[in-house]
């Protein structure tokens, strides 16, 4: 394992492929140091921080802390979510879940997981652990809607400077942010970077 020492004792950098074959999801709690923890948004380290343990323990999410060692590398938030069946792109897959359920309202809302919140240390971001860990999310999520409760799809508010990160990961967008997006991204990630687009996926592209 490369390790790289920094001037901070407390502060160090993994090999990024260490990372990746060794790393693991802990439910945050109490006991966790975050302190060392920072991303490139403060929005995201804030909440990390000062908001996501206390709103776990009202039940509104669960933040799972991406370890590798005793290092927090990255986090997840989740929670629970629903699409508005009208929202869904795909016309045969809008007609084929109106089929299942017999009915004919687009109005009808459709069980979802949402990434809240998903953030990498910046020591380790931009080399690839981001798709790493959010495939590893979308994989367990699959699981849990094929053993344990009916869901089909994930959602996200993901940064405009995060955008194309999603949809290179089968997220689209809703129809409302067509013409903004594709006429005034790079203005908007220029603008205000950590503006939001929400996105969903449908869990069977991954089967």
Do not use: W
């Amino acid at each position: 394992m490369e390790i790289l020492i920094n001037y901070d004792k407390q502060s160090y950098s993994m090999d990024i492929e260490y990372i990746k074959e060794n790393y693991r999801f802990e439910t945050l709690t109490g006991e966790h140091d975050l302190s060392n923890f920072k991303c490139a948004s403060d929005d995201l380290n804030d909440f990390l921080k000062r908001d996501a343990l206390t709103q776990q323990k009202s039940k509104l999410n669960l933040t799972k802390l991406v370890m590798c060692d005793d290092t927090i590398v990255g986090y997840v938030s989740l929670l629970t979510d629903t699409v508005p069946l009208r929202d869904i792109r795909d016309e045969d897959t809008k007609q084929d879940i109106k089929d299942q359920l017999d009915i004919t309202s687009k109005k009808r809302k459709l069980p979802a997981i949402k990434i809240g919140r998903f953030a990498i240390d910046e020591k380790y971001a931009h080399k690839g652990l981001g798709s790493e860990i959010l495939m590893s999310v979308l994989f367990n999520v699959k699981n849990i809607a094929e053993d344990n409760v009916g869901l089909r799809f994930v959602t996200v508010e993901g940064y405009a400077s995060a955008y194309n990160f999603y949809t290179n990961h089968n997220f689209i967008n809703l129809k409302k942010d067509d013409d903004k997006i594709k006429e005034k991204l790079d203005v908007i990630i220029e603008r205000n970077p950590e503006q939001t687009f929400y996105l969903y996926l449908d869990l069977r592209v991954l089967e």
